[in-house]
């Protein structure tokens, strides 16, 4: 071993060791009781930090004294590969992407969409009845005693290992393009993701399944909102329209829980700052895959299979330093019932994410938000008719109108897409005609 290689073992070593111990001794000496979110949040972050910053720091380190270049052996081997990635040419990519593109027929077309549609459905909905089960309910046990479960975070953690073994599985089945992005690029998006599926699960302690569907589908208004000022984007006519709409409905909504004299969950400022949370991270996360999606062309499960392997690393990390795998283990052997909803939840979650793959590159983003769109309709019935929320008169409106501004959207996108197609098209033919012109 060189003196490069003594160095970033010190790295790894030192620091991770380090920065463990000091995120113990921190859990040891903050109180967290059922309420303290922002405490869960701050220990959550600090176990992150055991394997992130360390890893930052290897980082600079190769890069700065040029350790991927020079070095050899199978520490140089490992770090180029979680920090250099594969400089290959993307032709074996090409000859499976041309493999796959078969032509199908009218009938095959409506069968698979049929299958989408039904495969996202029952997966999601069963996914939000059992999430809001898990974080918002008492089990039961055979000596008749009721407790909560109270931890999202191990939720996330068995979520993400399930799904890294389905990618894995679907990679060892199907081939795959040759990996060639660094691995450390999936660590970004795979701790967004960490933190918006904690900030999904956390809110259900302060605001009712209702309120987070629809505040999730009202991320257009960020999203805008942050366009505008941070970029400088322009949005069409019916954008604003649309974001006015889901205002109005919210307002609509959360008007009429508040004159429901059977309030079953009381939206706190915690709730609403815990959802925000939710947009910010979630958007961040779908910005950057698709980043990687285009200048790496990794498959949907070698995606599925890096944002999940830093999921699992991470969360774990932070569960062992919380001491939250022990008693997690002691509530699924005292609770059996919320053993097989952990398993079908996790299930659910991972065949989603093959569905929405699948949708997006058969029959692209428009198809895929109509179904999840008509999902949410379904979620938020659901939950009503089951869970017995209290919905007035006032946030019926508001729900319609809210759904009503989002097909409102997506039928405005479709027309407009429409349009400069065929504009694009017009002015293809027109310039194809005049050269012919020109030619004789």
Same mark, same amino acid.
């Given at each position: 071993?060189?003196?490069?290689?003594? !160095?970033?073992?010190? $790295?790894?070593?030192g620091?991770?060791?380090?920065?463990?111990?000091?995120?113990?001794?921190?859990?040891?000496?903050?109180?967290?009781?059922?309420?303290?979110?922002?405490?869960?949040?701050l220990?959550?972050?600090?176990?992150?930090?055991?394997?992130?910053? #360390?890893?930052?720091?290897?980082?600079?380190?190769v890069?700065?004294?040029? @350790?991927l %270049?020079?070095?050899?052996?199978?520490?140089a081997?490992?770090?180029?590969?979680?920090?250099?990635?594969?400089?290959?040419?993307?032709?074996?990519?090409?000859?499976?992407?041309q %493999?796959?593109?078969?032509?199908?027929?009218?009938?095959? %077309?409506?069968?698979?969409?049929?299958?989408?549609?039904?495969?996202?459905?029952?997966?999601?909905?069963?996914?939000?009845?059992?999430?809001? !089960?898990?974080?918002?309910?008492?089990?039961?046990?055979?000596?008749?005693?009721?407790?909560?479960?109270?931890?999202?975070? &191990?939720?996330?953690?068995?979520?993400? $290992?399930?799904?890294?073994?389905?990618?894995?599985?679907?990679?060892?089945?199907?081939?795959?393009?040759?990996?060639?992005?660094?691995?450390?690029?999936?660590?970004?998006?795979?701790?967004?993701?960490?933190?918006?599926?904690?900030?999904?699960?956390?809110?259900? !302690?302060?605001?009712? &399944?209702?309120?987070?569907?629809l505040?999730?589908?009202?991320?257009? $208004?960020?999203?805008?909102?942050?366009? !505008?000022?941070?970029?400088?984007?322009?949005?069409?006519?019916y954008? @604003?329209?649309?974001?006015?709409?889901?205002?109005?409905?919210?307002?609509?909504?959360?008007?009429?829980? /508040?004159?429901?004299?059977?309030?079953?969950?009381?939206?706190?400022?915690?709730?609403?700052?815990?959802? +925000?949370? @939710?947009?910010?991270?979630?958007?961040?996360?779908?910005?950057?895959?698709?980043?990687?999606?285009?200048?790496?062309?990794?498959?949907?499960?070698?995606?599925?299979?890096?944002?999940n392997?830093?999921?699992?690393?991470? *969360?774990?990390?932070?569960?062992?330093?919380? /001491?939250? =795998?022990?008693?997690?283990?002691? =509530?699924?052997?005292? &609770? #059996?019932?919320?053993v097989?909803?952990?398993?079908?939840?996790?299930?659910?979650?991972?065949?989603?994410?093959?569905?929405?793959?699948? *949708?997006?590159?058969?029959?692209?983003?428009?198809?895929?938000? $109509?179904?999840? *769109? +008509?999902?949410?309709?379904?979620?938020?019935?659901?939950?009503?008719?089951?869970?017995?929320?209290?919905?007035?008169? *006032?946030?019926?409106?508001?729900?319609?109108?809210?759904?009503?501004?989002?097909?409102?959207?997506i039928?405005?996108?479709?027309?407009?897409?429409?349009?400069r197609?065929?504009?694009?098209g017009?002015?293809?033919?027109?310039?194809? /005609?005049?050269?012919g012109? +020109?030619?004789?």
């Amino acid at each position: 071993m060189n003196q490069q290689e003594v !160095k970033l073992s010190s $790295i790894l070593l030192g620091w991770g060791v380090g920065l463990y111990l000091l995120s113990y001794f921190l859990q040891s000496l903050l109180s967290q009781d059922e309420n303290s979110w922002f405490v869960s949040l701050l220990l959550n972050v600090s176990g992150y930090a055991t394997i992130l910053l #360390p890893g930052y720091l290897c980082l600079r380190y190769v890069r700065d004294s040029g @350790y991927l %270049d020079r070095g050899t052996g199978r520490l140089a081997s490992v770090m180029r590969l979680l920090y250099q990635g594969r400089q290959d040419t993307i032709e074996a990519e090409e000859l499976i992407s041309q %493999d796959n593109k078969v032509s199908r027929t009218a009938l095959q %077309d409506a069968a698979q969409l049929a299958l989408c549609g039904v495969g996202l459905q029952v997966s999601y909905l069963t996914w939000g009845l059992l999430q809001e !089960k898990i974080m918002t309910r008492e089990y039961v046990d055979s000596a008749g005693q009721t407790d909560k479960f109270s931890d999202a975070q &191990f939720l996330v953690f068995v979520n993400r $290992i399930l799904a890294f073994a389905v990618a894995l599985l679907a990679m060892m089945l199907r081939a795959q393009p040759r990996h060639k992005a660094p691995l450390y690029k999936y660590s970004y998006c795979s701790l967004s993701n960490i933190m918006s599926s904690w900030c999904q699960y956390e809110a259900l !302690k302060y605001v009712s &399944f209702p309120t987070q569907v629809l505040a999730k589908a009202s991320k257009i $208004i960020p999203v805008m909102l942050m366009g !505008k000022v941070v970029s400088r984007k322009t949005y069409e006519f019916y954008e @604003y329209i649309v974001a006015v709409l889901i205002s109005l409905g919210m307002v609509a909504f959360l008007f009429g829980k /508040g004159e429901s004299s059977r309030s079953d969950s009381v939206t706190t400022a915690s709730g609403v700052l815990i959802l +925000i949370g @939710y947009m910010a991270f979630d958007s961040f996360t779908s910005n950057w895959q698709g980043q990687l999606f285009s200048e790496y062309k990794v498959s949907k499960f070698q995606m599925m299979a890096g944002v999940n392997l830093f999921s699992c690393l991470l *969360t774990s990390v932070s569960l062992l330093q919380q /001491g939250v =795998f022990l008693t997690s283990l002691v =509530f699924m052997s005292q &609770f #059996p019932a919320f053993v097989s909803d952990c398993v079908i939840l996790s299930l659910c979650s991972a065949v989603g994410q093959i569905f929405i793959y699948h *949708t997006i590159s058969t029959f692209g983003p428009v198809v895929f938000t $109509i179904i999840m *769109t +008509i999902r949410q309709v379904f979620a938020v019935v659901l939950s009503c008719v089951f869970y017995g929320h209290a919905v007035s008169a *006032t946030s019926l409106i508001g729900i319609f109108i809210i759904f009503f501004a989002l097909f409102l959207k997506i039928y405005c996108a479709y027309k407009i897409k429409q349009r400069r197609k065929a504009g694009a098209g017009g002015v293809k033919s027109g310039s194809s /005609g005049g050269a012919g012109v +020109i030619k004789a």
